[in-house]
């Protein structure tokens, strides 16, 4: 990466301006039933105006039982539709990729929080999570697909799907947590088929040049590195845009834990895709953090010069 103001192009959809792209950050502003407030939408637009060639929002949950933090945005409604629209003008007004990221929290929802008992693939003691019937898989699935089909509705250009940090897709590749016994568990194939449903279900029913991206931690709740990798540089992997390949933070060990109570700040660089990958998926970029969770044995798994930077700034 030697020009950091160069335009990045993705396979799908507008182009960056320039390789600095905004993190999804927490910042619980958003009003109790997930309408965007006031105060989130004046801090996202400062964002852009900043300059960031793509501005992502928040994690915004997919469905109310998957709320994780209070002050959360929501999806999972058309009466949050509103706020996104706002919030999608506002962002590509100022030249800059609109993208929502799309969460939920699982067994990481508190039950005080969402008034229920949250779910996870199987059932955890640690967490009081039940396990999810076959047919809440599915409307899991859908929920997302349909959260995807609001932002795109709302003006945005793309959405993250959020695999990642022990979130409830993150639930489903650790063959810890995940034990189930149908479709959506066993092998990797199966324990990833939630996560490949809901991309192909974006990429089939929204628009072809819709941005489609994911999030994946290659460790931590059971989640092995070499399965991560397989699932980034799986034959599907064409329906993604890109992937942020990023870490939990090193105080996150408890499946209870809130990911934004650590205040631990992660910094991904974008890197060019592997030459397996490559050859499958025509270069998608992907993310690997550059703090101290960088080393050799992940290192040697991507290949090619920095494209894009991912930054978490803090402050007003």
Request: aromatic residues 6%; positive net charge; hydrophobic residues 40%.
């Amino acid at each position: 990466m030697s020009n950091l103001f160069a335009p990045l192009a993705f396979n799908r959809g507008p182009a960056m301006k320039n390789r600095f792209m905004l993190a999804p950050l927490t910042n619980t502003q958003s009003h109790a039933d997930g309408r965007l407030s006031d105060d989130e939408f004046k801090w996202l637009e400062m964002r852009a105006t900043g300059g960031f060639g793509l501005t992502m929002t928040c994690a915004a949950h997919v469905q109310a039982s998957g709320q994780g933090f209070p002050g959360q945005l929501g999806a999972f409604s058309d009466d949050h539709l509103a706020g996104l629209t706002r919030m999608a003008a506002a962002i590509k007004a100022k030249d800059s990729i609109a993208v929502v990221q799309l969460h939920h929290a699982g067994m990481r929802a508190p039950a005080a929080l969402i008034g229920e008992q949250p779910y996870c693939p199987s059932t955890d003691e640690e967490t009081g999570a039940r396990t999810l019937s076959t047919g809440e898989v599915g409307a899991l699935v859908e929920d997302f697909i349909l959260a995807a089909k609001r932002a795109e509705a709302a003006g945005f250009d793309g959405v993250e799907v959020h695999g990642a940090h022990g979130y409830i897709l993150s639930q489903f590749l650790s063959p810890e947590i995940d034990r189930r016994e149908d479709e959506f568990g066993g092998d990797l194939a199966g324990r990833s088929r939630a996560i490949f449903d809901i991309v192909n279900g974006i990429r089939a029913r929204c628009k072809p040049d819709f941005n489609v991206s994911i999030r994946l931690s290659p460790e931590r709740i059971g989640l092995r590195l070499a399965e991560v990798r397989e699932v980034a540089q799986g034959r599907r992997a064409s329906s993604i845009s890109w992937i942020c390949f990023c870490r939990m933070s090193s105080k996150n060990r408890s499946r209870k834990t809130s990911r934004a109570a650590t205040c631990c700040p992660i910094l991904p660089i974008w890197i060019g895709a592997t030459s397996n990958w490559a050859s499958r998926a025509r270069s998608i970029p992907s993310v690997r953090p550059i703090n101290a969770w960088t080393r050799a044995s992940i290192s040697s798994c991507w290949a090619g010069p920095p494209s894009c930077i991912m930054t978490s700034p803090c402050g007003p």
